[in-house]
Nanobody, 119 residues
Framework: QVQLVESGGGLVQPGGSLRLSCVAS????????MGWYRQAPGKQRELVAL???????NYVDSVKDRFTISRDSAKKTVYLQMNSLKPEDTAVYYC?????????????WGQGTQVTVSS
C-alpha cells in the first residue's frame, strides 16, 4: 500500500501564494503518476495538476499560468506551488498517486488539506 501525507494548506488572501507538499511512503514506484485533486463544497473532485509516468504535466485550465506542480523523486515528494490565488480555488486539496504496473493497477489519495482564499 501507499500512504500520502499532505501539508501546507491554510488561509490566504486573494492574490496570495501557498505551497502544498505531499510525502509518499510505502510500496512506491518511481514511474507512478503523482498529482493533486481538489474538491469544493457541493462540487465533485477535479484533477488540478498531474505529473504523468512519462513526466509530462497536465493542468486544469483554470489554474494554468498560476499553479506549478513539481516532484522530488529522492524525497518522494510532490509539490504544488499556487500563486495568484482566487476565491474559486477554495477547496480541500488531495494528493494523488497512481500506477498501472505492476498489476493490478492502484490509485491512492491523501487525507486532504484545506485551502481557503478569502479577504
Amino acid at each position: 500500500q501507499v500512504q500520502l501525507v499532505e501539508s501546507g494548506g491554510g488561509l490566504v488572501q486573494p492574490g496570495g501564494s501557498l505551497r502544498l507538499s505531499c510525502v509518499a511512503s510505502g510500496s512506491i514506484v518511481s514511474f507512478a503518476a503523482m498529482g493533486w485533486y481538489r474538491q469544493a463544497p457541493g462540487k465533485q473532485r477535479e484533477l488540478v495538476a498531474l505529473i504523468n509516468s512519462d513526466r509530462s504535466i497536465n493542468y486544469v485550465d483554470s489554474v494554468k499560468d498560476r499553479f506549478t506542480i513539481s516532484r522530488d523523486s529522492a524525497k518522494k515528494t510532490v509539490y504544488l506551488q499556487m500563486n495568484s490565488l482566487k476565491p474559486e480555488d477554495t477547496a480541500v486539496y488531495y494528493c494523488y498517486y497512481g500506477r498501472r504496473w505492476p498489476r493490478p493497477p492502484e490509485d491512492y489519495w491523501g487525507q486532504g488539506t484545506q485551502v481557503t482564499v478569502s479577504s
